[in-house]
């Protein structure tokens, strides 16, 4: 120990005396190294101790805690406009930047909530018919699409809509007022209603009528008629009623599910390298002159922690110094705590 280099009480930096050299040529930055050099000596105890490091240790701690600085700034800024930034190039440097705010990637987002349900999104939906069977209840409808959906290898369908209902009321609506000779479908086709249902109850009678009687026919379908309705289990399809007879045809949609996946693995960009997760934001390390007061401040406080923890690992090497007549206990376990307490965000 008594033969480690210690500080020698001054600095000259020059280019290339940092590790990696991300701030060697900024002549700020070459300016503020021997300051921050003698700041974090002195500050560890110097001159009324010696200090077992050399400038470029404390070139190294400078160029690490500006660039940790860096890091905190631009993970936030990632971590805030991240939506924004999705897609885009990762060949333009953002660092002093203004990004503006758009919906762009919200609306992207949004529109395949309402590709579950038809009105959006960039899967395709496809038109699929089967026949019935009297007497058969069940349908697989992996198998349908293994013979009828032109899938490729290992590929599947999901089902999204099924068309299996009972005709709708009003088809099947009774007019007591139609062709009864009162001469209102004349008048009917003179307005041009001629071929609307109703025939003209609507003009007899209120609407609430015309509601009512629909009801009337959807609560007789309901309780004396058996529903017309399916389940749908794993792409196994149950009708209800159970048909009975041969050659019905039942339509239904469906997309494919390698078409589903390519869509939400796809960059959705026309650029050629695009942003797709937060490690490839183009993000560079700050510009050290560019930095204001409370930066730096940060800088040099961050820089001191580092350093003590240079000088621990150095001092911990050896518990103690013997000295004539006695031992020196090292500040190690000090030096780590207090540096553990300044690295603190």
């Known amino acids: 120990m008594a033969n480690a280099t210690i500080w020698p009480g001054s600095s000259s ?23 921050v050099a003698t700041f974090c000596a002195q500050r560890l105890g110097y001159p009324l101790s010696d200090v077992e490091l050399q400038p470029i240790h404390f070139y190294t ?16 800024k990632v971590r805030q406009d991240y939506l924004d930034l999705e897609g885009g190039s990762t060949g ?76 709708p009321a009003i088809v099947r609506y009774f007019d007591p007022y139609a062709g009864t000779g009162t001469g209102m479908m004349n008048l009917l086709d003179t307005f041009g209603w001629g071929n609307y249902s109703p025939a003209i109850n609507f003009l007899l009678m209120p609407i609430n009528y015309d509601l009512q009687k629909i009801q009337a026919i959807e609560f007789n379908d309901q309780i004396r008629k058996s529903q017309y309705s399916f389940e749908l289990v794993n792409n196994r399809l149950r009708l209800f009623p159970i048909p009975t007879v041969d ?44 930095i204001n007061s409370i930066g730096r401040q940060w800088i040099f406080e961050y820089a001191l922690a580092l350093a003590k923890e240079m000088l621990g690992y150095v001092r911990g090497k ?28």
Not at 103 to 124: K, L
Not at 133 to 149: F, K, L, T
Request: no cysteine.
């Open 13 to 35: 930096f020059f280019p290339g005396d940092t590790p990696f050299g991300f701030y060697d040529y900024d002549y700020q930055f070459q300016t503020d190294a021997d300051k």
């Open 247 to 290: 050659g019905g045809k039942l339509f239904f949609e469906y997309v494919k599910k390698s078409e589903k996946h390519s869509a939400a693995t796809g960059t959705g960009s026309e650029v050629s390298s695009p942003v797709t997760n937060v490690s490839n934001v183009p993000y560079a390390n700050p510009t050290y002159k560019l």
């Open 61 to 76: 701690a400078f160029e690490e805690a500006v660039t940790i600085y860096g890091n905190e700034i631009y993970a936030y």
């Open 92 to 167: 333009s440097n953002l660092n002093n930047t203004l990004i503006t705010p758009t919906v762009a990637n919200i609306v992207r987002m949004s529109e395949q909530y309402g590709e579950e349900i038809g009105v959006g999104g960039n899967v395709t939906w496809y038109t699929g018919s089967l026949t019935t069977v009297a007497n058969q209840q069940d349908y697989d409808m992996d198998a349908w699409a293994a013979a009828s959906a032109s899938l490729s290898t290992g590929d599947s369908i999901e089902i999204k809509r099924v068309f299996y209902e009972a005709s």
């Open 318 to 345: 050896y518990g103690t110094v013997p000295i004539p007549g006695a031992d020196v206990t090292l500040t190690m376990p000090i030096l780590s705590q207090q540096q553990q307490q300044k690295k603190q965000p």
